[in-house]
């Protein structure tokens, strides 16, 4: 018979199997707007701006249509726009530049415009908000921006990963400009445009800090499926977590319809039994972090962004996720802090916690609008809907920073964590 020591030492060589080094690898193109639900085309990077589709014609110009602080810790010296007596804004004309008339991503541009209305609705005096539908073509939105900054102060789009691509390559940028979303080109952006996107990757970094913080010199097992968002979760979180000069590890776990494969679940606790971490990075959605809870037990710190959040419903929760950290948006874990319940819940019927995101990244984005137009390119911060936000226009890639909220999630109910770098 076997000694217990190579019995222990097997178990383990079969575990690492599982294992896969996707820090070491290139990360998959983010399909989502910052989000897991996968929204807003894939990436690709540019070194120029596509060439028109053939037949395309664009639109005449639209006539302008009238529609209209979370605590997150201590400001990092920058001015806090809330705390400040704000000047006067008079007369400023804010393009919105969505892909309305896209079918692939008209239910993501109606969140984020409902959530933009919802903050110039507000605070909308001296304010003119110009809608500017188009295509998810990136010329037709090149297009469409052109004829928008001529005829508006700021302009706050495009919302596709490709079209924000396009428009950081062009050379046509030429007003303060705020980007929804991520280009992934080579070269340095443009002095007047501003990415404010939701970042999976960034979410992932924070949290590794907040674990590392809480749990210092931890050994890291991350656990992930195959989705892009999950592994660009697993990656981001892998890589910051090296970076911080600390071990991990990372278990893909195949699932089928949702469910992680039961095989896959014992597998996991056998290499656990061999050979515990001291944390848990998931890279799931709730349904699955329930799945492997029940499997390995509940008494690991476990860490995740809002694709564990399951939402104030505590059926939804369950006793598996009790003190599970999670990482999110103050609009989604915070609803009855005096700020975020000013503004109108997002009413949409579909893409539960993916539209909520949006709603509220539109939400901010109009603050910041706002608030650039009043500080005429004076950095500050702002305590937003989205996280602690830190814009100072004209500094490239570090010209934005948001820090969401941490918290422990019990039956329903958000405790807040004090953290941040």
């Known amino acids: 018979m076997l000694k217990k020591k190579n019995i222990r030492a097997l178990l383990a060589t079969a575990a690492l199997g599982l294992l896969t080094a996707c820090a070491s690898t290139p990360l998959p193109p983010d399909t989502g707007c910052g989000v897991p639900g996968g929204f807003c085309a894939p990436a690709a990077s540019s070194a120029s701006p596509p060439p028109a589709e053939p037949g395309y014609t664009p639109p005449p110009a639209p006539s302008p249509v009238r529609t209209n602080p979370i605590e997150l810790g201590p400001s990092n010296g920058r001015p806090l726009a809330s705390s400040l007596e704000r000047p006067g804004v008079q007369g400023v004309r804010i393009a919105l530049l969505l892909p309305l008339q896209s079918d692939a991503f008209a239910q993501p541009a109606e969140a ?16 003119t908000v110009n809608l500017v539908p188009t295509s998810d073509s990136a010329q037709a939105t090149l297009d469409a921006y052109a004829r928008a900054s001529e005829q508006n102060d700021i ?57 590392a ?36 590890a990372t278990v893909e776990l195949p699932s089928s319809d949702g469910y992680v494969d039961p095989n896959a679940l014992a597998e996991l606790r056998a290499r656990m039994q061999v050979d515990p971490p001291q944390l848990v990075f998931a890279a799931l959605d709730p349904v699955q972090l329930r799945q492997v809870r029940s499997a390995i037990g509940t008494s690991l710190p476990t860490y995740g962004t809002g694709s564990i959040n399951p939402g104030p419903d505590p059926a939804m929760g369950g006793p598996e996720l009790a003190g599970v950290r999670i990482l999110d948006l103050p609009w989604t874990v915070q609803p009855d802090n005096p700020l975020v319940a000013s503004y109108p819940r997002w009413s949409g019927e579909t893409g539960g916690y993916d539209m909520k995101r949006l709603y509220a990244l539109g939400i901010d984005a109009f603050r910041i609008a706002r608030e650039l137009a009043a500080r005429r390119g004076a950095p500050f911060e702002l305590d937003g809907v989205t996280g602690r936000l830190s814009i100072d226009m004209g500094a490239g890639e570090g010209g934005f920073r948001r820090v969401e909220t941490g918290t422990v999630y019990r039956g329903g109910i958000y405790e807040t964590v004090a953290f941040g770098r």
Request: glycine share 10%; hydrophobic share 45%.
């Open 112 to 127: 984020l415009r409902a959530g933009f209305m919802a903050g110039y609705e507000r605070d909308r005096n001296g304010v």
């Open 155 to 211: 302009v706050v789009g495009p919302l596709t990963r490709p079209a924000v691509a396009a428009l950081a390559t062009s050379g046509i940028v030429s007003k303060p400009t705020i980007a929804l979303n991520h280009p992934q080109t080579n070269g340095p952006l443009p002095r007047q445009l501003l990415v404010v996107g939701l970042s999976l990757e960034e979410e992932a970094s924070q949290v590794a800090d907040w674990a």
């Open 213 to 248: 913080a809480e749990q210092p010199g931890a050994r890291a097992l991350v656990l992930t499926g195959k989705a892009a968002w999950q592994q660009r979760l697993s990656g981001a979180f892998a890589a910051r977590w090296a970076r911080l000069g600390l071990n991990n």
